[in-house]
């Protein structure tokens, strides 16, 4: 079975720049995450996705984040401009979803590195 | 809202002895889900173990077991023989039930040596 996907693997900018990270999960998984893990830092949740739906995203800095999950399936984090303290690995995760289940184990994919310089 | 500290940033151990990692957490609620993750140098994240806070019995699962001490708010991973390939962070995460939202603590990272 094929793990959750990422790319890429590492990126490096400029602070005001903006890039885009992407995310394919596990197939047939319903529900997906991207986490920022800052460098000393447990990974935070930024956003969680039910198919093509947005869960919460009560701690992604919506003034410069944005995320989308079209069809339910890859997902798409924008940065846009970005700033010193973005530099992190950003995680997506991906699990099951079932209706009703809760507390399922989450897959994480290798991340992304971003350095802004 | 609910912490997790994890209180020893590094940790080490020799080849096949036995090592615990400590985590304590913070929260009002009675019924929750406790896991530990590992991430080796490449940084996939993958499960070791959970817990169901209303299980009395602790989770095993091969080489890895758990002391949760639900009056007391600690979950301790206790890892035996000790593998090379145990070398990696470990990280403490609270679940509250009917959420799919971990909270993790600052990790520990595990040195295993021959």
């Known amino acids: 079975e094929a793990g959750v996907a990422q790319s890429p693997r590492y990126k490096i900018i400029e602070k005001r720049q903006s890039v885009a990270f992407w995310c394919n999960p596990i197939?047939?998984?319903?529900?997906l995450y991207w986490y920022q893990q800052i460098l000393g830092q447990g990974p935070k949740l930024l956003i969680q996705f039910q198919n093509n739906g947005v869960v919460d995203d009560s701690q992604l800095p919506k003034d410069r984040f944005s995320a989308e999950r079209l069809k339910g399936v890859d997902s798409t984090l924008k940065i846009q401009p970005a700033k010193l303290e973005d530099s992190a690995v950003y995680l997506c995760a991906s699990s099951l979803g079932t209706s009703g289940r809760v507390g399922e184990t989450q897959y994480f994919g290798p991340g992304t590195r971003l350095l802004v310089l | 809202a609910q912490t997790v500290t994890q209180s020893q940033p590094e940790m080490s151990v020799q080849e096949a002895e036995t090592v615990t990692l400590s985590c304590t957490y913070d929260?009002?609620?009675?019924?929750?889900?406790l896991f530990w993750y590992k991430q080796p140098p490449s940084r996939q994240m993958i499960l070791v173990i959970r817990?169901?806070?209303?299980?009395?019995q602790n989770a095993t699962e091969n080489r890895f077991s758990v002391n949760f001490q639900k009056a007391a708010k600690s979950f301790s991973l206790k890892i035996s023989d000790s593998q090379l390939g145990d070398t990696a962070m470990y990280f403490c995460a609270f679940m509250k039930l009917n959420t799919d939202k971990l909270i993790f603590g600052t990790g520990t990272r595990l040195q295993v040596f021959p």
């Open positions: 197939s047939g998984h319903a529900t």
């Open positions: 929260t009002s609620e009675s019924n929750y889900y």
């Open positions: 817990q169901e806070a209303y299980k009395q």
